[in-house]
């Protein structure tokens, strides 16, 4: 029994009512209509993370997890890294477009590619650099010639959410590799040096010094002819 009152104010007890099973429709219905959707696939893309396993991609399994459904790479004061660390695709690409966003907490990252991997998760090759104040949107030759395009970072710097999700759009055709962060072209880069590989894995760093943590999503891909 329920207890309430009438005009009067005199108590009563009442049966209990059930629950609306019609509001209570309503209320699921719009809880489903206010879930974020996930990003949807552009066409002509196909993803490379499912946004719940690492499935496709290798790396030091101490390093790398899934949080918050995105690739988290993360390392600690007691797990300095010795090195460069790299999670890299399984698959190799030649021409390609890239999608994908990415948050800094703090130092440097990066993704590479056509890249190629080495021994204890070493990868080398062209990185589009990721950095918590200066190299934001460089072109970088991991292992390799070190910065091949530069930019002004005052100029990418208003275009970025320092601290937030950013977005890299990563394009890969031929001899030429361009880059945009939010829109904004950072390098249209073409390479003159022959023998440079036209394909290679897709990879992500972490940056070798103080402890750092770098978050990655939505990873969309279309091959291109």
């Given at each position: 029994?329920?207890v309430?009152?009438?005009?009067?104010?005199?108590?009563?007890?009442?049966?209990e009512?059930?629950p609306?099973?019609?509001?209570?429709v309503?209320v699921?219905?719009?809880?489903?209509?206010?879930r974020p959707?996930?990003?949807?696939?552009?066409?002509?893309?196909t993803?490379?993370?499912?946004g719940?396993?690492?499935a496709?991609?290798?790396g030091?399994?101490t390093?790398?997890k899934?949080?918050?459904g995105?690739?988290?790479?993360?390392?600690?004061?007691?797990?300095?890294?010795k090195?460069n660390e790299?999670?890299h695709?399984?698959?190799q690409?030649?021409?390609?477009?890239?999608?994908m966003?990415?948050k800094?907490?703090?130092?440097?990252?990066?993704?590479?590619?056509?890249s190629?991997v080495h021994?204890?998760?070493v990868?080398?090759?062209?990185?589009a650099?990721?950095a918590?104040?200066?190299?934001?949107?460089?072109l970088?030759e991991e292992?390799?010639r070190?910065?091949?395009?530069?930019?002004d970072?005052?100029?990418v710097?208003?275009h970025l959410?320092?601290?937030?999700?950013?977005?890299?759009?990563i394009?890969?055709?031929?001899?030429?590799?361009?880059?945009?962060?939010?829109?904004f072209?950072?390098?249209?880069?073409?390479?003159?040096?022959?023998?440079?590989?036209?394909r290679?894995?897709?990879?992500?760093q972490?940056?070798?010094?103080?402890a750092?943590?770098?978050?990655?999503?939505d990873f969309k891909?279309?091959?291109?002819?």
């Amino acid at each position: 029994l329920a207890v309430e009152r009438d005009d009067q104010g005199t108590t009563l007890l009442v049966p209990e009512r059930a629950p609306d099973p019609v509001a209570s429709v309503v209320v699921v219905e719009l809880a489903e209509t206010l879930r974020p959707a996930a990003a949807a696939v552009p066409e002509g893309f196909t993803s490379l993370f499912d946004g719940k396993t690492l499935a496709g991609w290798k790396g030091r399994e101490t390093l790398w997890k899934i949080e918050d459904g995105a690739i988290t790479g993360e390392s600690t004061p007691e797990q300095k890294l010795k090195h460069n660390e790299f999670l890299h695709t399984e698959k190799q690409y030649g021409d390609f477009e890239l999608l994908m966003t990415f948050k800094l907490r703090n130092h440097n990252s990066g993704v590479q590619l056509r890249s190629r991997v080495h021994d204890d998760f070493v990868v080398k090759g062209y990185q589009a650099d990721i950095a918590e104040k200066r190299y934001t949107g460089i072109l970088y030759e991991e292992g390799g010639r070190g910065i091949l395009v530069d930019v002004d970072p005052g100029e990418v710097a208003r275009h970025l959410n320092q601290g937030d999700w950013n977005r890299y759009r990563i394009v890969c055709k031929g001899d030429t590799i361009q880059a945009f962060v939010n829109g904004f072209q950072t390098f249209n880069y073409t390479e003159e040096k022959a023998g440079k590989p036209a394909r290679g894995v897709i990879a992500l760093q972490l940056h070798a010094g103080p402890a750092m943590k770098a978050e990655f999503k939505d990873f969309k891909l279309k091959r291109l002819k």
